[in-house]
Every structure is written in structure tokens, then in C-alpha cells.
């Protein structure tokens, strides 16, 4: 039973002690970087990127999670497809969200129409009409069919949508990640940061997977 | 029959029925009209103010007039229950697919052909040109390409009319940014190098969601 418990939230317990470590990392350890006179507003930046990844990281799962769904039908997959794409539509609100409160310092708007950010507004909206289609679909298998093939559609969509806007000027700051214009304990920052978050995000998604598969189980009995 | 026949014969059935209803094609073209008068309401009539909005106006015009069109195209197929014969006849799925795409760009370009010289005329700009005309087709490939899949997947669903725009149009972004900046830039009199690279992401839209929808329509007509 112990073992089972300590299988069950290791994810979980990792997770919460690497936001601790990441909280302290990102207020105290590392260095400050005054941006247009606004000492703090660049240390969002350690929440931001994370939450990013972890967004993309969700749709992608759904991606294959549909794919694998069309193929072989086991509920499994969409039931991982869909609840990624809960979690997806909640990281791309943190994104959209940590992004306009870094952008009104920074930028002096909440709001700009660049590229990365009318990306991110039109993912968000695909994902939104990917859960709406479930429940207008009326049956469950019909909806999850019809799911996976928004899930795939969408997917798909992405990087053309990135494209077209990437064409018009640029507001958003480019990745300084991979031009190594972090130093070391900035990076050490990020690094621990993006893992605090993919556990959470990893722990939430086995989280909200047993939670559909009981409420399956439920309705199974119910209807016998 | 080969699998392009079998398509055809699909597309020769939605025009015939047309050219007797003309039911999508004239709703959807007065529709048209009437958002370009409404636009003009909006923005007022100044010539400068016209030049800089004329493109936007026209593709949103497009966008919501192929929204109702694509909307009826799989209604009609639903409501007389003719969708089951599709299904059950000898052929691949994917072929329902072609041949109603086939129609629905077809009516889409019918309703274009006539509102660009209206649009000319009403707003004053040089918008018969072949630049803007293969922007155009380009771009209602692409609206054809994937609004056929989910119209096929609205009309099963309860609320048919609202899913198509929900799904269509956050999908369908970078085919209006490409022409709307490229329908821009050739109603400024931009050579063909300027357009480029619009030009080819229509393009590569309209190849790739053309290979998906091909791929993932089976799924979507299953029962």
C-alpha cells in the first residue's frame, strides 16, 4: 500500500519541491537584469518560457494521442488526448496571461498584434473549439472521433499559422535561448524551472487520466 | 469508372442540383454584396481610408460568404438522407471527399467571379487583376480544402451551424493573412516577387490540408 501511494504522487511530490526550488532561484539566486527601468518584470521570463514548452508539449501529446486513437480505437488515447488538451487550453492561458503582464512594463501594452502572440490566441482558439466538438457532438465515440481529427487538423495548422504571422515584423524577444545569451545562473534557473512545470504538468495529466477513466468505470456500472 | 470519375459524377450531382435550387450560390452572393455595402457604412467613403481597408474588406467578405456557402454543402445531404447513399456506394470514402470539394470550390469561385467586379466598381480599386485573381484561387482552394472536412463533421453534430465557424476560422488564419497581405500588395501595384512568399504559403496550405483532409475525411463519414 505505502509503495502504491509513493508510485502514485513521486510525480507530484518532485514537482512541488522543484517549484520550491525554482521559486527561490527565481527571486533570490538569480542575478537581476534591469529591463526599461523595471527592475523585476524581467523574472517572469522563468515562468513564461516553462509555460510555453509545457503548452506545446500538451498539444503535441494530443497529437499523437489522436493519431494512435484513429488507429487502433482504444479509449486509452482519447482519453489521454483529452485531457492534454484540458491542461494545453490552461498552460496557453498562463502563457497568454504571464506574457501581457510581462508585456505592460516592457512594451507599455497588455496587447500587441506579433506574431508569437496572435499565434498563441489562435491555438488557443483551435483547442477551445477541439473541446466544444465533444460535447456537440451528442455521442461520446462520435465525439472523440471528431476530436482526434481536430486534434490532428490542428496540430498540423501550427507551424503554418507561426509562418504566415512570422512574415509581418516581430515584437516578441527571440529566443535568447539557444543564442546563449543566458549566463550560467540564469540558465541553471530556467532549466530547473522547466522541469518544475513539466512535472506538475505530467503529474496534472495522470491526474485528470484516472479521474476520466473512473468516471468511465462509473458510468459503465450505472448503465448495467 | 476510375476514382476521379466517381468524384465527378459526385460534383456533376451538387451542380445539377444547384443549377435547379440555386439555393447556395445566390444566398451566399447576395450575402456577399451585402457585406461589402455594410463595410462601406462602416469605414465611410473616403478614398485613402478605402485603399488601406479594401483588402481586409474583401477577404472577410470571402471568409464569411464561404463560411455559408461551405455550411449548406453537407446540409442537404443530411436533411434527404442522402449522405447513407454516398456511403454505401462501391467506392472509397475518400472520393466523397474530392467530389464535394470539387463542388464547393466550384460554387466559391462562381460567388468570387461575380463579386470582384462588383467590389472593383463599389470601392474603386483595380481588383481585376491576375495577381489578385490567383491569390484568389489560391486562397479558396485552401477554404475548400479544409471548410469540406468540417462541414462534413458540423452537419453530425447538434448545434451544425455554429460548430463550421468555430472550427473553420481559427484553422483557416494563415490563409487570410497570406491574402490579405498579398491582395494588398498587388492592389499597390507590387510585382509578383513581392508576393512570393505569400503566394507559397497558400500554396503549401492548400498541398498539405488538402493530403490531411484526404486522409482523416474517412474518419469523420464513418457511420
Not at chain 1, 505530467?202 to 450505472?222: N, P, T
Not at chain 2, 471568409?63 to 443530411?78: D, I, P, Q
Amino acid at each position: 500500500m505505502e509503495q502504491n501511494v509513493f508510485r502514485k504522487y513521486w510525480l507530484a511530490v518532485l514537482g512541488v519541491v522543484l517549484i520550491l526550488v525554482a521559486l527561490w532561484m527565481v527571486f533570490l539566486y538569480v542575478p537581476t537584469v534591469t529591463q526599461d527601468g523595471h527592475p523585476f518584470a524581467q523574472r517572469i521570463f522563468y515562468f513564461h518560457v516553462p509555460v510555453d514548452w509545457v503548452a506545446f508539449l500538451s498539444f503535441f501529446i494530443v497529437f499523437i494521442a489522436s493519431i494512435a486513437y484513429l488507429r487502433t480505437r482504444d479509449r486509452k488515447w482519447d482519453n489521454i488526448a483529452h485531457s492534454s488538451a484540458e491542461l494545453g487550453i490552461i498552460f496557453t492561458s498562463l502563457m497568454l496571461l504571464t506574457g501581457m503582464i510581462w508585456a505592460r512594463p516592457a512594451w507599455g501594452v497588455y496587447w500587441v498584434w506579433d506574431p508569437r502572440l496572435t499565434t498563441a490566441l489562435v491555438l488557443w482558439f483551435i483547442y477551445v473549439a477541439y473541446l466544444l466538438v465533444r460535447s456537440y457532438a451528442g455521442e461520446e465515440v462520435r465525439g472523440a472521433r471528431f476530436a482526434a481529427v481536430l486534434g490532428i487538423v490542428g496540430f498540423i495548422d501550427v507551424p503554418i499559422v507561426a509562418l504566415a504571422i512570422v512574415l509581418w515584423r516581430t515584437q516578441h524577444p527571440a529566443p535568447l535561448v539557444f543564442e546563449g545569451g543566458l549566463d550560467g545562473k540564469m540558465m541553471a534557473t530556467l532549466m530547473v524551472s522547466l522541469a518544475a512545470f513539466t512535472c506538475l504538468f505530467a503529474s496534472l495529466l495522470r491526474v485528470r487520466f484516472s479521474l476520466r477513466k473512473a468516471e468511465y468505470l462509473l458510468r459503465s456500472i450505472e448503465q448495467e | 469508372m476510375s476514382t476521379l470519375g466517381k468524384a465527378l459524377a459526385i460534383t456533376r450531382k451538387d451542380i445539377l442540383s444547384e443549377a435547379r435550387s440555386k439555393e447556395i450560390v445566390f444566398s451566399a452572393l447576395i450575402f456577399a454584396i451585402l457585406v461589402i455595402i455594410i463595410f462601406n457604412f462602416a469605414f465611410g467613403a473616403d478614398q485613402t481610408s478605402m485603399t488601406l481597408v479594401a483588402p481586409g474588406i474583401l477577404w472577410v467578405t470571402f471568409t464569411f460568404a464561404g463560411v455559408l456557402s461551405l455550411n449548406r454543402s453537407f446540409v442537404a445531404e443530411k436533411e434527404e438522407n442522402c449522405l447513407e447513399g454516398l456511403m454505401i456506394a462501391p467506392m472509397p470514402r475518400e472520393v466523397i471527399y474530392i467530389g464535394k470539394g470539387l463542388g464547393s470550390l466550384l460554387f466559391m469561385v462562381v460567388i468570387e467571379i461575380i463579386a470582384l467586379p462588383i467590389f472593383t466598381v463599389l470601392f474603386n480599386v483595380s481588383a481585376l487583376s491576375l495577381p489578385v485573381i490567383v491569390i484568389t484561387l489560391l486562397a479558396t482552394i485552401g477554404f475548400a480544402a479544409v471548410g469540406t472536412l468540417f462541414s462534413a463533421l458540423a452537419v453530425n453534430t447538434k448545434a451544425r451551424d455554429m460548430v463550421l465557424p468555430i472550427l473553420f476560422l481559427p484553422v483557416v488564419v494563415p490563409v487570410i493573412i497570406s491574402a490579405v497581405k498579398a491582395t494588398s500588395l498587388a492592389l499597390t501595384g507590387s510585382g509578383w516577387s513581392d508576393l512570393g512568399s505569400w503566394l507559397a504559403i497558400l500554396g503549401a496550405f492548400d498541398v498539405i490540408f488538402m493530403v490531411v483532409s484526404f486522409w482523416v475525411f474517412p474518419f469523420i463519414v464513418e457511420e
